[in-house]
């Protein structure tokens, strides 16, 4: 029993020895440690990692410095496959697969292999070797990846006959060569080009000073074709002065449209680390309007080169073409748009021209005046319609039952709730008492319409702007400010909506969709760029009614109504009324227009808190197949400010003088 006992107890403690040698005898395998290796590399944080030399603080900061070059484009890394040392048990390579998006398309684009050695430590943890090779094979010490990127050709934006709008132009760089110049004459002639050119020449003087020896310091880009302020002989007497042929996208002159079409130049830091990775430093982009808009589009897309660079120079690894960009098809009629331009150059505020084609909706100028000072006046701006509104406060009095020859009151005055209301002060004598509805539009009786309120509920006044399309957001391609009417208003404030004050707020664009509405006889959804991947729907934000607005966009407008509602037999009376403020009213100097007779609307506006009042003025005018709005924001009458605006356009339109 006893002898049992002792060789139980001996078997026993054999089993429990072999168990413990066999157990500690089992080391770690590398496979945790080429995981962390390779979610590291991918997160470009390798602390999770033990290296055999350096901390990984110290590894980390050199491959900061590897992938510095490669802006925002980082690899996503997995574990190909782990060999061991058959030899060495504690050795091991890790096989790491690289994928890259480079053209940061979203997609992986450069795939390749590296390897990275692994050692067992005193510890029996696994411990990385650390080279450059491990993110690239060919990387040495003293190497770097560095990635650019190369756009391919600029596309056009296109007018409505597909003609380019704003594309490659031959320019001419001028500027200070100093190599060509001893040092001590460089200020000099830096001073000289910059009065040439209308610089500041203490900055520009400053700049050349600043740049290295061997620097082209550019002064001015200047159109090859244009007589600019700088020309061959005068730059011929400036020593060091070189002007340099290149290309640059520009529209036909350096005003046409350019706050649609907007400018392209050298991409900022800011627009750079926005793009993500498309844009690099020395690349041309789109800074404003369309151009900034669409630049993808435009711009198409950009090549790629990964190179290895160091001491000894650079080597590219890897390489995509790029791809030329895809033009942008508009509406406008360049001759319509220079001729706006050209009747606005002398209008010192802010003034715009905004032509529409009733039968397609197709925007055909968006002209602003130099007193709009780079803003989109006639896109943006928002603005108090004035008695241009009366076209949509008569249909809403058709709606009612009201006639052309249904007779209303137009007293001299008219005082709601302590307010009064009174007609312009060149308004006739003969037209005050009671008239017909079709007299008080030519003439434009402010109580009249004033007096109807009663009739029109603020809905139904609202109702009827949207059926003109006043307040109704269209994806047109570009943004802009439709309109906004309130749909409750009481008091004063109704009373003033009556006669597009209070909250009525439009654009030109909006007027000339409410004119072009009433020539086609159905809502008109106005339309700019037709050849789009992405047109948007935007508005302006609200802002103030005697400034232009900020191109943020808004949310749509409610109560957009039935594009249906609008009737042949409404706009056949208003296309009669408006016909008669041209034969009877206050446009009769647009009665001798040549062509197809004109029908319009005069609106004066009044705005800010002086006395008298400022005022803006605005005419609408239809002719055949033409909707045009025409806006100046320091006014007087809409007749008398707006008309001649109004005339010399229609005439030009004509291909009258």
């Known amino acids: 029993m006893g002898k049992n006992r ?12 072999l168990t413990l040698v066999s157990c500690s005898s089992e080391k770690p395998s590398p496979d945790d440690a080429a995981a962390a290796l390779a979610e590291g590399l991918s997160n470009a944080d390798l602390s999770a990692s033990s290296f055999t030399a350096g901390t990984p603080a110290q590894v980390n900061t050199e491959l900061e410095t590897l992938l510095a070059g490669m802006g925002p484009a980082r690899p996503a890394v997995t574990v190909a496959g782990i060999d061991e040392d058959a030899e060495n048990d504690d050795a091991a390579a890790v096989r790491l697969a690289y994928a890259w998006d480079v ?6 684009d450069w795939s390749y292999e590296s390897t990275a050695q692994l050692r067992r430590g005193e510890d029996d943890a696994w411990q990385v070797q650390w080279a450059p090779s491990v993110l690239f094979e060919s990387l040495a010490d003293g190497d770097r990846l560095v990635r650019t ?22 320019v001419l760089r001028i500027g200070i060569n100093k190599p060509d ?12 080009l910059a009065e040439l050119a209308g610089l500041d020449p203490a900055g520009y003087a400053a700049q050349v000073a600043a740049s290295g020896p061997e620097a082209f310091v550019e002064a001015i880009v200047q159109r090859q074709e244009a007589d600019g302020p700088v020309t061959p002989e005068a730059l011929a007497g400036i020593p060091g002065a070189l002007s340099i042929p290149d290309s640059r996208v520009l529209a036909p002159t350096r005003t046409f449209a350019r706050a649609l079409l907007g400018t392209v130049g050298e991409a900022t830091a800011e ?13 041309q982009t789109g800074l404003s309007g369309l151009q900034q808009q669409y630049d993808e589009q435009l711009q198409g897309t950009p090549g790629v080169a ?11 690894v890897f390489s995509i073409n790029s791809e030329d960009g895809t033009a942008l098809q508009t509406t406008l009629d360049p001759r319509l748009q220079s001729l706006a331009e050209g009747i606005l150059e002398d209008e010192p505020s802010a003034s715009a021209i905004v032509a529409i084609q009733p039968s397609t909706g197709d925007v055909l100028t968006v002209a602003n005046g130099p007193g709009s000072e780079g803003q989109q006046t006639a896109l943006l701006g928002q603005y108090p319609p004035g008695s241009t509104f009366k076209i949509a406060t008569s249909l809403a009095l058709l709606r009612q039952g009201v006639t052309p020859d249904s007779s209303l009151s137009c007293p001299a005055e008219l005082s709601v709730d302590g307010r009064k209301f009174n007609n312009a002060g060149s308004y006739p004598a003969a037209f005050v008492g009671e008239i017909p509805l079709r007299d008080a539009f030519a003439q434009s009786c402010n109580t009249a319409f004033i007096n109807t309120r009663d009739t029109v509920p603020q809905d139904a006044l609202a109702s009827a702007a949207q059926d003109l399309g006043i307040g109704v957001s269209a994806s ?11 749909e409750e208003a009481d008091g004063t404030a109704h009373a003033a909506s009556m006669i597009g004050q209070g909250e009525v707020l439009v654009s030109p664009l909006a007027l000339a969709v409410a004119a072009a509405s009433v020539g086609k006889g159905e809502r008109v959804t106005p339309l700019l760029v037709t050849s789009s991947p992405e047109a948007e729907t935007t508005d302006a934000e609200s802002g103030s009614a005697s400034a232009p607005a900020s191109p943020s966009p808004s949310p749509a407008p409610t109560g957009a109504g039935d594009a249906g509602a609008f009737t042949a037999a409404e706009a056949a009376s208003l296309r009669d009324m408006m016909r008669g403020v041209v034969t009877d009213g206050g446009a009769n100097m647009l009665v001798d227009v040549p062509g197809e007779p004109v029908l319009a ?47 010399a356009f229609l005439d030009g339109a004509a291909g009258q003088p």
């Open 181 to 192: 110049i001893p040092e001590d004459r460089q200020a000099a002639s830096a001073t000289a």
């Open 271 to 283: 627009l750079i680390e926005e793009s993500e990775g498309r844009l690099s430093a020395g690349n």
């Open 103 to 108: 053209n940061m398309d979203s997609a992986p």
């Open 476 to 486: 047109m391609g570009v943004p802009a400010f439709f309109g906004s009417v309130p």
């Open 601 to 647: 609307k005069t609106g004066t506006a009044e705005f800010g808190s002086e006395t008298p009042p400022r005022t803006h003025a605005w005419v609408v005018a239809v002719q055949g197949d033409l909707a045009v709005a025409v806006f100046v924001a320091e006014g007087e009458l809409g007749s008398t400010s707006g008309g001649p605006l109004m005339k």
């Open 306 to 316: 990964v190179t290895l660079e160091n001491t000894s120079g650079n080597n590219i």
């Open 6 to 17: 002792t060789l139980t107890t001996v078997l026993a403690v054999s089993a429990l020895t």
């Open 149 to 170: 990127t190369s756009p391919g050709l600029r596309a056009d934006i296109l007018d409505r006959n597909g003609q380019p709008l704003m594309g490659s132009r031959p």
